[in-house]
């Protein structure tokens, strides 16, 4: 179990604001937008930077000032960090050598998390050669090899197409034995893969718990964040929004999804935006009802 007890770090432009959460063996994304200060959070819990207050308890024990090497702890940061003269096997068994292992061990080790990620086939292959997916499969294998009590993934799946990415979720799915925090501005990873979920703005943890959080936002910050439309001190999702006839909005801009448009209208002095498959065109006049409506605190 991870605790996160007040913690707050000033470091460069990023502020972190009296930051607390606990997560068990669940799959905990936090989600914000860049320059958040969400690096700096994963950063702090795993030891590459020291918090200026608060507190971080791992499994019943104070880590906070531990040096990165006795927290037991795996990271994968954005850029993979790999070894560019060493290969994929060796990249993979890299903590297991400093850690002094047999060789069978650390062959029997190699191998299962090879098949565990599927890379198998990559195990001889030269760091330099390998896509941004394998490449962050390798980071995962080279995490995860050493038994880590929590996996710390640093936007695992910023520098890779839209492909590549699903398979990296995937894989990721994969992942129930130990607890893992990710972090991410991909409201889709958020969907997708989290258990736990956090909405991070300005170095603050604003929101934080089950998946509700993504459905039902408690105040206007998430909201806008997440996308919902808040007209009258409620949150409206874009898919709870009824486009009909009639003369209340003006269509002002429209999105073509292919089946489904998103469609923003200038209604009761605000932009509301809308799915539907209906064929507008800019200009046009329409009804609006709200099938949902979550109330918001400030």
Not at 207 to 226: H, M, S, T, Y
């Amino acid at each position: 179990m991870l605790k996160v007890n007040n913690l707050s770090k000033i470091w460069k432009d990023f502020k972190l604001k009296n930051v607390s959460f606990e997560i068990d063996k669940e799959y905990c994304v936090i989600l914000g937008p860049s320059g958040a200060g969400k690096s700096v959070l994963i950063k702090c819990i795993a030891g590459i930077l020291k918090p200026d207050s608060g507190k971080i308890i791992l499994n019943g024990e104070d880590i906070t000032n531990l040096p990165p090497e006795k927290r037991n702890i795996g990271y994968v940061p954005q850029n993979y960090a790999l070894f560019p003269n060493k290969n994929v096997y060796k990249n993979i068994a890299y903590g297991l050598i400093i850690k002094k292992a047999n060789r069978l061990e650390i062959e029997r080790k190699v191998k299962e998390i090879a098949e565990f990620l599927d890379i198998t086939h990559l195990l001889n292959r030269e760091v330099k050669s390998l896509s941004g997916g394998e490449q962050q499969r390798v980071a995962l294998a080279r995490a995860l090899i050493l038994d880590p009590s929590i996996l710390l993934l640093d936007e695992p799946t910023s520098a890779v197409d839209i492909k590549i990415k699903e398979s990296i979720i995937s894989e990721l799915k994969k992942i129930k034995h130990i607890p893992v925090l990710h972090v991410t501005h991909d409201l889709a990873e958020a969907r997708t893969l989290g258990e736990k979920i956090g909405i991070f703005i300005n170095g603050e943890l604003i929101a934080f718990g089950d998946k509700d959080v993504l459905k039902k936002p408690k105040n206007k910050k998430a909201a806008e964040f997440l996308g919902f439309n808040i007209v009258n001190g409620k949150a409206i999702a874009p898919e709870d929004v009824i486009i009909e006839k009639g003369d209340e909005g003006e269509v002002v801009n429209i999105i073509d999804y292919g089946k489904y448009k998103k469609v923003f209208v200038k209604y009761n002095g605000c932009i509301v935006k809308a799915f539907t498959e209906k064929e507008l065109n800019i200009g046009d006049f329409v009804g609006i009802k709200f099938k949902k409506e979550v109330n918001l605190s400030n």
